[in-house]
């Protein structure tokens, strides 16, 4: 059961972010910045809008949007120095995350 739950999860995120690659690659770069999502997402992206102008923006953007997701784990890495606990430093990583996605959408501007 938690297989299929874990496949269905992954299926819909790929395909989410398939789907924004149209109106919002630079979002759907943010998304996919796992290079295995990337090898899935790229080409069908590319097949299904049939365009590769899209398709370039999304690797670009993808490109730029690794870094900024390792920012989700600094909390994590201070957590001991900061007497954090785990929901502390968990919420702590997503809103680092949040910033980092509005930091990611600056940067690819410039792409």
Do not use: D
């Not at 924004?20 to 770069?29: E, H, K, Q, S």
């Not at 790229?42 to 923006?57: A, I, K």
């Amino acid at each position: 059961m938690r297989f299929i739950f874990n496949m269905l999860l992954a299926a819909s995120v790929v395909g989410v972010a398939s789907w924004l690659a149209r109106r919002f690659p630079v979002t759907a770069g943010f998304i996919v910045a796992l290079p295995l999502n990337t090898l899935l997402v790229l080409p069908l992206s590319y097949v299904q809008h049939g365009e590769s102008g899209n398709t370039m923006v999304l690797a670009k953007s993808i490109f730029t949007a690794v870094p900024v997701t390792l920012a989700f784990f600094l909390p994590f890495l201070f957590a001991g120095k900061l007497g954090l606990s785990f929901w502390q430093a968990y919420a702590l990583a997503c809103l680092t995350l949040g910033v980092g996605f509005f930091a990611h959408r600056a940067v690819a501007q410039w792409f």
